[in-house]
């Protein structure tokens, strides 16, 4: 059974930073695709950041030059380092898993950036 659990959300003020983590269990993060997103209250679930299997990153707009997606294999974990953190990155955090037959998603983890 895959499991995905998320730690490290918190309360920051605005220019903190976090690191958040996603350790996979079940399956292998450096084989298939790897995601965070974020959902807001109200708001529909977006795309963060992503890294493939080959390593490729990508970044919603929003984040870019702040977030960092990496992974370490060898843990089978996957981070986001958030740096800059503003009010508008307060949202729930989720991992993802992409794999052939689907996908897997973590429980989700609470990010409030106070001003």
């Known amino acids: 059974q895959v499991q995905l659990v998320e730690s490290g959300g918190g309360l920051v003020q605005a220019g903190g930073s976090l690191r958040l983590s996603c350790v996979v269990s079940g399956s292998i993060v450096s084989i298939n695709t790897m995601a965070w997103y974020r959902q807001a209250p109200g708001k529909r679930r977006d795309m963060v950041a992503t890294?493939?299997?080959?390593?490729?990153?990508s970044y919603a707009d929003s984040v870019k030059g702040r977030f960092t997606i990496s992974r370490d294999n060898a843990k089978n974990t996957v981070y986001l380092q958030m740096n800059s953190l503003k009010p508008e990155d307060t949202a729930v955090y989720y991992c993802?898993?992409?794999?052939?037959?689907?996908?897997?998603w973590g429980q989700g983890t609470q990010v409030t950036v106070s001003s």
């Open positions: 890294i493939t299997s080959g390593g490729r990153t």
């Open positions: 993802k898993q992409d794999v052939p037959w689907g996908n897997y």
